[in-house]
């Protein structure tokens, strides 16, 4: 399957929904642009979880452009791609890599968002890619936790940095980053503690391994990717500005995008945080993480809608 094929697969519960609501505001032939239309048009865009004010800045696109016009389904469909794709225009923003020795990325997020998946489907991205890759399983508190990032090094063929149970999480950070230096690896992807965005105390220790892996290479982390759940729905939005502040996040992984039925979050993310959504989760097998491009997820959004 291709990755269009793939993230249609995984927009498929949002693009139902979008689908449903969509054609039920075109009962007839045409429908006339009042402020009836562009109300229910604005509650079915909210329900998607875009955010009220995309929302609204989709609606007004469309009563600037047809108000008080008898306007066929495609037109209204056409209309709502292209503010939608306005919205969401960022660069291709994949990795940036260091300029010389390891790319170093940490990556954080809450408890089940999906965080150490996430990290499995980069590994395998970049093993793929012929990169040789070095884990660091910082998150010392939950012995399930690295028991799972290592399960899905052995199944991806990367190396793991473990410490014991308990253990200083910036210590093991460390320890990742020296040995992907010793063994010329090109990536070492940093796990760390899931935790609420409200825990202040974790909140400072993933500051202290920003912190230390700034120490160890300058400029390293070189990314801090949050991961993000999308059937959270808004609340991703108080995550990201928690996480931006005490680690200054460069970019989000959205992962289960294929369990919801609200992948306008993307939407929401993009509008209200600033951060670049790099990657979207559109699977459950290492493969299915997919490079975010805006034009792309938009069409596979409205794909056989007409």
């Known amino acids: 399957m291709g990755l269009f094929e793939k993230l249609k697969q995984g927009l498929k519960k949002t693009a139902q929904f979008l689908r449903t609501d969509i054609r039920d505001l075109f009962k007839t032939e045409g429908r006339l ?8 048009l604005f509650e079915m865009l909210v329900k998607t979880d875009m955010g009220v ?3 609204q800045e989709t609606v007004d696109e469309i009563g600037a452009s047809f108000r008080t016009r008898v306007v066929r389904l495609e037109e209204v469909l056409e ?5 939608l794709k306005g919205l969401l225009a960022q660069p291709v923003e994949p990795i940036r890599f260091a300029a010389a020795g390891p790319t170093v990325i940490m990556v954080a997020g809450v408890n089940g ?3 150490t998946t996430s990290i499995a489907k980069l590994t395998a991205m970049f093993q793929g890619e012929g990169k040789r890759v070095v884990l660091g399983a910082a998150d010392t508190f939950r012995a399930a936790a690295v028991q799972q990032l290592s399960i899905w090094a ?3 063929g990367a190396e793991i940095v473990t410490g014991p149970s ?3 999480p910036a210590a093991v950070a460390h320890r990742a980053v020296a040995r992907a230096l010793e063994t010329a690896a090109q990536v070492c992807i940093v796990d760390t503690a899931g935790r609420l965005q409200t825990q202040q105390g974790l909140m400072q220790q993933l500051t202290k391994i920003h912190r230390v892996l700034g120490k160890q290479i300058p400029d390293a982390p070189h990314e801090v990717l949050l991961v993000l759940d999308a059937t959270t729905g808004q609340n991703g939005i108080s995550q990201a500005r928690h996480f931006t502040d005490a680690v200054r996040c460069t970019g989000i992984i959205l992962a289960k995008l294929d369990g919801t039925a609200k992948g306008g979050i993307v939407v929401a993310i993009r509008k209200q945080v600033g951060l670049p959504v790099k990657y979207i989760g559109v699977g459950e097998t290492p493969e299915d993480l997919a490079l975010f491009q805006a034009d792309r997820f938009v069409d596979a959004l409205f794909e056989d809608m007409q």
């Open 154 to 156: 052995t199944r991806v």
């Open 166 to 168: 308990g253990s200083d």
């Open 113 to 115: 968002c999906g965080k």
């Open 53 to 55: 004010e995309a929302a």
């Open 33 to 40: 642009v009042d402020e009836a239309f562009l109300a229910e």
């Open 79 to 83: 209309h709502i791609k292209q503010t």
